[in-house]
């Protein structure tokens, strides 16, 4: 049986769930020196998870509360567009606040790697179509609305990358002036761009979307700074490009 673990990778065989001790693991097959072993590109998606986790619960050691983990959510893509407050509504035992947070901090550094450039110089940003892509894979996956802001210097230059401001539904959970504009100040930002998604994929803005863009140019015009554009984030069709600027929709007047 030893030799067989050592010729042939088998998942199921080398991590079975009745070690319920990590220590009861071969050494060589345990999460760290498994991945110290075969690579990163190489492990199981329950080793990855398994090493951000650490450790499991007296009954179960940390590579089956991993599976258990996959099994409940269904994959690893489905892992990617979870966040903090859905891994704690899973209720798994062994999955508490901290290791939560842990993995839900993982999944949000892959995020905003994915919408950065490595080496990339500030450009202005003047185009919906340049906001969407900064702002398409922060939107990726996310089962919630997710109000953002992107903060330019005097040249519409980023400063920085897209800032939350507010989670959950904006007709719910009002957007306030303070929430939008208080980095801004703070990074002596000379304008904005807001945006935010439709996880429904619909980038049609609400009449709660219009309202609040006014309330918010309104704000910022009274504090110094510019609002030049909301685009609303949603997913591409055959003939829709994936967003909708209210600017160019002349939907609100950024500019009175």
Avoid at 14 to 29: D, G, V, W
Avoid at 85 to 93: F, N
Wanted: aromatic share 4%.
């Amino acid at each position: 049986m030893e030799q067989q673990h050592s010729e042939v990778f088998d998942p199921t065989i080398a991590y079975s769930a009745s070690a319920t001790c990590i220590k009861n693991i071969p050494t060589e097959l345990r999460p760290r020196e498994e991945f110290v072993r075969r690579g990163g590109t190489a492990v199981a998606d329950e080793i990855l998870i398994a090493i951000l986790l650490r450790s499991g619960t007296p009954k179960k050691n940390v590579i089956a509360l991993a599976r258990e983990l996959l099994v409940r959510v269904g994959s690893m893509a489905a892992l990617s567009k979870m966040g903090f407050e859905e891994l704690l509504g899973l209720k798994i035992k062994g999955l508490g606040p901290v290791k939560a947070m842990e993995l839900a901090a993982a999944i949000e550094i892959g995020r905003r790697a994915c919408a950065r450039t490595p080496g990339e110089k500030p450009s202005p940003v003047r185009e919906p179509a340049s906001v969407y892509r900064l702002a398409a894979p922060l939107a990726h996956g996310q089962t919630q609305e997710v109000f953002w802001v992107l903060l330019l210097d005097i040249k519409n230059c980023l400063i920085g990358r897209p800032l939350e401001a507010t989670r959950g539904l904006i007709n719910s959970s009002p957007v306030h002036p303070r929430e939008v504009f208080n980095r801004a100040i703070r990074h002596a930002a000379a304008a904005v761009i807001l945006i935010h998604n439709h996880p429904s994929g619909d980038p049609t803005p609400s009449a709660e979307d219009i309202t609040i863009t006014k309330r918010l140019v309104e704000a910022a015009r009274i504090i110094g700074i510019k609002v030049l554009d909301h685009v609303v984030v949603g997913a591409p069709g055959p003939d829709t490009p994936g967003y909708l600027s209210l600017r160019e929709r002349g939907l609100v007047n950024f500019d009175a």
